[in-house]
């Protein structure tokens, strides 16, 4: 399935759950674990999660994930994703080139995944669909992304000229980046950009625009789990 990475941008991003996200259970399963298993159903070989903390119980989810935590500005996706990138290449050697070679088989061109750990419903076969879409298009599109109902989700696949676009904020203007809580944009502002040459692919995998980060989404898609977390009775 080529060089797929896998990314989560935080295991513990902002709700009103009371927990961080990522160990919230949903039906038998962490948020986290669920994640993590669809993005490696489709094709993911690496898979990095975003994690605000070097020790702790997020840390050690992850690590019985599977996967691999590495310590990023929290509440900043759009960096997080970036230093994930920059982490993989270094690490890892992981570089998608800026066009395939000629010749080159399409699916030996790798891509980036996008999952946040607060799309639990995703489903792996939906990940799956994407990254064969991704691989059949020539050349690399910068972004794909499914779309139920007419409106947008995730996760999101970015080719080469996607990642370059990523890396490019980070680049130009670093000093504005520095601190956490700093202007710039935001992930769903970030692939707005792209929208022009976007690769859109219809599914009826509702998981894909189910943000499930409140309480009231929470009991509505997992009640079972809900009841064993907040009603003792």
């Known amino acids: 399935m080529g060089d797929l990475l896998g990314v989560i941008p935080s295991a513990a991003p902002p709700s009103a759950l009371g927990q961080a996200l990522g160990l919230l259970d949903g039906d038998g399963s962490t948020f986290l674990e669920r994640t993590v298993t669809a993005l490696r159903e ?15 119980p997020v840390h050690a989810a992850v690590l019985a994930a599977g996967a691999h935590p590495l310590v990023v500005p929290p509440r900043r996706e759009v960096r997080a994703v970036s230093e994930t990138v920059r982490w993989a290449r270094k690490e890892w050697g992981w570089a998608p080139p800026a066009a395939p070679p000629p010749g080159s088989s399409a699916g030996k061109r ?35 992304r499914p779309v139920h109902g007419g409106e947008s989700g995730f996760p999101v696949l970015l080719g080469a000229p996607g990642i370059e676009a990523l890396l490019a904020l980070w680049e130009e203007e670093p000093e504005a980046h520095s601190e956490p809580d700093a202007g710039g944009l935001e992930l769903n502002a970030f692939l707005e950009s792209l929208r022009s040459e976007e690769v859109s692919v219809e599914t009826d995998d ?15 898609h997992f009640p079972r789990s809900f009841r064993k977390r907040f009603q003792k009775w």
């Open 42 to 56: 489709g094709g993911a070989e690496r898979i990095a999660v975003g994690v605000d903390e070097l020790r702790g």
């Open 110 to 144: 790798p891509c980036l995944i996008c999952l946040p750990v607060d799309r639990p419903r995703v489903k792996g076969a939906t990940v799956r669909t994407l990254v064969e879409v991704f691989l059949d298009t020539l050349p690399p599109p910068p972004l794909v």
């Open 206 to 220: 509702r998981g894909v625009t189910l943000r499930i980060a409140s309480v009231p989404e929470y009991r509505r």
